[in-house]
């Protein structure tokens, strides 16, 4: 006996309506600042007027001093009196002439400085056998006060311009070869193993991994150099000098101008201040890939 099941009838079932979900007020969005747009105060001024805090109460201070007495003319001008004896050196040529001996001779000395601090670094960086034939003598003449070899560099160069430039170079060689030589070593290991494994060769490695690894590190040097290079100037210049910043500053110690002395060293700090953002901007220019803390 053959049981024939008919399927069911659904057209009599009652047909459910769609129902549209309800439309209500949405959820509101606020806009999110960051933290340093929240901030106000002393943090709301631009850095280039919170960096001139300092420099500008100091002046003050100095001034006020100056004028009640407590700080004697003969122990140190007025920034007023400085000031006046700034102009009068700019007015009659003396102290442009005089910057541009002394950059003259920094820029040579750097030049030099940077060649043979590299070079050295490269050698010794880069090879165990360099490391071997150069550190050690490096190590050892660093440890050597280089202002000490002012009577060596006398006898051996004589009193003109060389002995100058020597000193400069040589104590810019010694910063730039420290932070060059701690670059290349601190380049991370599995960079050059990820290097090896991409098929890079002993060049392309030292090109592509290591010199870029180790370029913080030289621009470190750098800015040391630079003002190392301005401290061995003044060193320099006291080397039977005829021109120059230093000869200035020598001059003016003979007659007692402690106004002539401080423009002096006036022009020093800016000179120096204006190296260093000459490097801050390469650092910005050949660091893009590596992102640092500037701070909160």
Not at 107 to 128: E, T
Not at 157 to 164: F, Q, R, T
Request: glycine share 10%; with cysteine; charged share 15%.
């Amino acid at each position: 006996m053959t049981v024939s099941h008919a399927p069911p009838d659904l057209s009599a079932l009652p047909v459910a309506e769609e129902t549209a979900p309800p439309v209500g007020p949405g959820p509101t969005l606020e806009a999110v600042e960051p933290r340093s747009a929240k901030r106000g105060g002393l943090r709301a001024v631009p850095r280039w007027a919170r960096r001139t805090v300092g420099p500008l109460l100091l002046l003050a201070l100095w001034q006020v001093f100056s004028a009640t007495g407590i700080l004697h003319p003969d122990v140190l001008a007025s920034p007023g009196t400085i000031a006046r004896a700034g102009a009068t050196l700019i007015a009659d040529g003396t102290l442009p002439d005089a910057m541009a001996t002394s950059l003259q001779r920094v820029a040579v000395g750097l030049v030099l400085g940077v060649v043979v601090g590299v070079v050295l670094a490269l050698l010794s960086g880069l090879s165990r056998l360099g490391e071997d034939l150069v550190d050690a003598s490096v190590q050892m003449l660093r440890t050597v006060p280089w202002v000490g070899l002012i009577p060596l560099f006398i006898i051996w160069l004589g009193i003109g311009e060389a002995p100058k430039v020597a000193l400069i170079a040589l104590g810019v060689a010694f910063h730039l070869y420290l932070n060059v030589y701690a670059g290349i070593r601190g380049v991370d290991a599995q960079l050059v193993e990820a290097g090896e494994a991409l098929g890079l060769g002993r060049w392309g490695l030292v090109r592509h991994v290591v010199l870029p690894g180790a370029l913080p590190g030289a621009m470190t040097g750098l800015r040391y150099s630079l003002a190392t290079a301005w401290l061995a100037l003044v060193f320099g210049e006291s080397i039977n000098a005829d021109a120059g910043i230093g000869f200035l500053m020598n001059q003016a110690r003979e007659f007692f101008r402690t106004d002539v002395i401080v423009v002096c060293l006036v022009v020093y700090a800016f000179l120096g201040l204006i190296a260093d953002a000459v490097v801050r901007l390469l650092e910005r220019l050949l660091l893009q890939w590596r992102p640092t803390f500037t701070g909160q």
